[in-house]
């Protein structure tokens, strides 16, 4: 994505935020990164405590809002632009900016027109937008004035507490939040381009050709920027992308291309698929249940400051969520959440007093 973006735009300054150890042999001046910022760097308090609670997905957005509040802040910055790293840059991106010039805040929706087959109905309409937020925040930019400082401020608030993948409380990392926009902050403009963010979810709307330049069009505008939500997905390229892409063979060039760029740049190297906050400091692999009981369980926070440590590998141990599974009391089993449980206690209460 970087060096996609630097081949248009060479003069852009890029800072790339990395949740992550950096690797051994890492030398920023060989990449195509003018900055790399970790955790510390954006203003997260307690970062490594604050990441246990995250899966990867979970962590690498819920650090968006502290980047641009942070980036938005230094010297000489007109405007920020967030780009996901599954993006491939592949025409000019500077209409962008002259957007901004009217505009606070710059939204691309996952849709800009509406499906007519049920099953896409279902697919792109009802889980991809409905379940995860009217916007993809695959890409956002942002002004720097005071509208955009505050939207800054405001995504970060909610990213730091509740950027979980928890659909069914109306969650979905830090996308849903950004639903709210059009009621709290009106400088906001939705991109209606068809040449941002091209998709699967999308790509039915927009068919990509090829010019003779060897530019990628989408429609009959230039294609912008491509987002490979869900490369490794097979489901995506063979139900979505071959079934869409039938008649204009440029999507599966597209694809192919691709590939060999991740290829290039390290993909199925080993020593860059390990995530330094998959491990509990005794080499043991961190499970989900052990994340979810850390960040909704005060008191488990407050008897383990240090959520890595092998005491609370142990207690995550006793409690069934490292393999195997715990036994559920039959109110868990019916998904009761905890207000819930204390809501029955007080209707049997009161039922009981009547009894009496």
Same mark, same amino acid.
């Given at each position: 994505?970087?060096?996609?973006?630097?081949?248009?735009?060479?003069?852009?300054?890029?800072?790339?935020?990395?949740?992550?150890?950096?690797?051994?042999?890492?030398?920023?001046?060989?990449?195509? +990164?003018?900055?790399?910022? $970790?955790?510390?760097?954006?203003?997260?308090?307690?970062?490594?405590?604050?990441?246990?609670?995250h899966t990867v997905v979970e962590l690498c957005?819920?650090?968006?809002?502290?980047?641009?509040?942070?980036?938005?802040?230094? @010297?000489?910055?007109?405007?920020?632009?967030?780009?996901?790293?599954?993006?491939?840059?592949?025409?000019?991106?500077? /209409?962008?900016?002259?957007?901004?010039?009217?505009?606070?805040?710059?939204?691309? @929706?996952?849709?800009?027109?509406?499906?007519?087959?049920?099953?896409?109905?279902?697919?792109?309409?009802?889980?991809?937008?409905?379940?995860?937020?009217?916007?993809?925040? $695959?890409?956002? $930019?942002?002004?720097?004035?005071?509208?955009?400082?505050?939207?800054?401020?405001?995504?970060?608030?909610?990213?730091?507490?509740?950027?979980?993948?928890?659909? !069914?409380? $109306?969650?979905?990392?830090?996308? *849903?939040?950004?639903?709210?926009? /059009?009621? +709290? +902050? !009106?400088?906001?403009?939705?991109?209606?381009? @068809?040449?941002?963010?091209?998709?699967?979810?999308?790509?039915?709307?927009?068919?990509?050709? *090829?010019?003779?330049?060897?530019?990628?069009?989408?429609?009959?505008?230039?294609?912008?920027?491509?987002?490979?939500?869900?490369?490794?997905?097979?489901?995506?390229?063979?139900?979505?992308?071959?079934?869409?892409?039938?008649?204009?063979?440029?999507?599966?060039?597209?694809?192919?291309?691709?590939?060999?760029?991740?290829?290039?740049?390290?993909?199925?190297?080993?020593?860059?698929?390990?995530?330094?906050?998959?491990?509990?400091?005794?080499g043991h692999k961190i499970t989900p249940e052990?994340?979810?009981?850390?960040?909704?369980?005060?008191?488990?926070?407050?008897?383990?400051?240090? @959520?890595?440590?092998?005491?609370?590998?142990?207690?995550?141990?006793?409690?069934?969520?490292?393999?195997?599974?715990?036994? =559920?009391?039959?109110? =868990?089993?019916?998904?009761?959440?905890?207000?819930?449980?204390?809501?029955?206690?007080?209707?049997?209460?009161?039922?009981?007093?009547?009894?009496?």
């Open positions: 994505m970087a060096k996609s973006l630097k081949a248009l735009h060479p003069d852009w300054v890029f800072h790339a935020v990395f949740s992550d150890s950096l690797p051994e042999d890492f030398d920023l001046d060989a990449e195509p +990164f003018d900055e790399m910022l $970790g955790m510390a760097d954006i203003g997260i308090e307690d970062s490594e405590r604050w990441a246990f609670r957005t819920a650090v968006k809002g502290a980047a641009l509040q942070h980036l938005l802040s230094l @010297p000489d910055t007109d405007c920020v632009f967030y780009i996901d790293p599954d993006i491939m840059i592949l025409n000019s991106m500077a /209409p962008l900016v002259d957007m901004l010039e009217d505009a606070s805040i710059l939204l691309t @929706p996952h849709m800009l027109e509406p499906e007519e087959e049920s099953w896409l109905i279902e697919g792109n309409e009802v889980r991809a937008t409905l379940a995860h937020g009217t916007f993809n925040l $695959g890409f956002a $930019g942002v002004r720097a004035c005071d509208e955009g400082k505050a939207f800054a401020r405001w995504w970060n608030r909610r990213l730091l507490e509740f950027c979980y993948d928890d659909v !069914p409380r $109306g969650l979905f990392t830090d996308q *849903r939040w950004c639903d709210l926009v /059009p009621s +709290f +902050f !009106p400088g906001y403009k939705i991109v209606r381009d @068809p040449g941002y963010n091209v998709a699967t979810w999308n790509i039915d709307k927009r068919p990509i050709t *090829r010019g003779e330049d060897g530019r990628y069009r989408a429609g009959d505008v230039p294609l912008r920027f491509y987002h490979f939500t869900g490369y490794d997905a097979q489901w995506n390229y063979q139900h979505l992308l071959l079934k869409h892409a039938e008649q204009f063979p440029a999507a599966k060039e597209l694809w192919d291309e691709y590939a060999s760029a991740l290829e290039e740049n390290g993909q199925n190297d080993e020593k860059l698929k390990h995530w330094k906050y998959d491990w509990f400091a005794d052990c994340r979810r009981h850390y960040r909704d369980n005060e008191k488990a926070r407050k008897d383990f400051p240090d @959520p890595y440590s092998g005491k609370y590998r142990e207690h995550c141990a006793a409690m069934g969520f490292l393999g195997g599974k715990r036994k =559920e009391s039959i109110i =868990e089993h019916l998904g009761y959440t905890g207000q819930q449980i204390r809501y029955l206690f007080v209707l049997l209460y009161r039922r009981l007093l009547k009894g009496k």
